[in-house]
């Protein structure tokens, strides 16, 4: 593979590996914004629960009371789903997680590619130039001897 068609497939991987990087900076800002967003819901939950407790043995009315259970079981509910969210999130972050280290991995490798095809031309070029030098001393020792 020559070195122009490498630095095209480097240039390619470098775009992917970045558009992953920048996807997986979403992925983390949503999975931290619903993690937040479930511990303020687990907070209010356990404060209004709190609240009902203290309620309750100042004495409520039996309509209160089921008002406010079934305003705390809509609360398990929203929790609930919001625990579902924050998991699909962090599984979605673990997929983008892995598919950055799939591109930096295929970056690495073409990098890796490119750094021995450099090696190998500087190694012809050194073979090249000695040979050019051991042939320039051949000339001049030849012209010494006539």
Do not use: P
């Not at 095209?8 to 996807?23: F, N, P, Q, Y």
């Not at 997986?24 to 939950?45: F, N």
């Not at 008002?67 to 999130?89: E, G, H, K, T, Y």
């Not at 979605?92 to 950055?100: E, F, P």
């Amino acid at each position: 593979m020559n070195q122009s068609s490498l630095d095209a497939l480097i240039e390619i991987a470098t775009e992917k590996r970045d558009s992953a990087a920048a996807a997986l900076g979403e992925l983390q800002t949503a999975r931290s914004k619903s993690q937040a967003q479930l511990d303020a819901l687990v907070r209010y939950r356990a404060e209004y629960g709190h609240r009902l407790a203290e309620a309750m043995a100042d004495g409520l009315s039996m309509h209160r009371l089921e008002n406010d259970q079934r305003f705390l079981a809509a609360l398990d509910a929203a929790i609930a789903q919001q625990q579902d969210i924050v998991a699909s999130n962090e599984h979605r972050l673990v997929d983008g997680r892995h598919q950055w280290q799939d591109r930096q991995r295929r970056l690495k490798s073409f990098d890796t590619l490119a750094e021995r095809g450099r090696r190998h031309q500087a190694q012809r070029e050194a073979r090249r130039e000695q040979q050019d030098n051991d042939e320039a001393a051949g000339r001049a020792s030849r012209c010494v001897h006539l």
